[in-house]
Nanobody, 129 residues
Framework: QVQLVESGGGSVQAGQSLRLSCAAP????????IGWFRQAPGKEREGVAT????????YYVDSVKGRFTISQDVAKNTLYLQMNSLKPEDTGMYYC??????????????????????WGQGTQVTVSS
């Protein structure tokens, strides 16, 4: 099964940007839902954005719409989460997760963490005001 390795986290000021990467060697051999999730201390893990690798159909949680963009680079076997206009409430550990799917012309990926069996180790994002 695909293995996921996140990178790109860090500490930034509010209003700045970060780009998270999720290396997923071999993911293009099948079809997956890839999700970015985040978890702040004392809070539940939250689905931030998802992408179906077959059609690149995306989903965003309301709090990041217009600021975050999930994308994939098939040639590099890597998925990204571009985060702009960061806010202190975006602080947390960010995880990349995968769920193998069938081959569909289009598919809306779920945004619940329990729907994803494959997880990376996470990368920390800290946004200060």
């Amino acid at each position: 099964q695909v293995q996921l390795v996140e990178s790109g986290g860090g500490s930034v000021q509010a209003g700045q940007s970060l780009r998270l990467s999720c290396a997923a060697p071999g993911y293009t051999n099948s079809r997956y839902c890839i999700g970015w999730f985040r978890q702040a201390p004392g809070k539940e893990r939250e689905g931030v954005a998802t992408i179906y690798t077959g059609s690149s159909r995306t989903y965003y949680v309301d709090s990041v719409k217009g600021r975050f963009t999930i994308s994939q680079d098939v040639a590099k076997n890597t998925l990204y989460l571009q985060m702009n206009s960061l806010k202190p409430e975006d602080t947390g550990m960010y995880y990349c997760a995968a769920r193998k799917t069938g081959y569909y012309s289009d598919y809306q990926c779920p945004a619940r963490s329990l729907d994803y069996p494959i997880w990376g180790q996470g990368t920390q994002v800290t946004v200060s005001s």
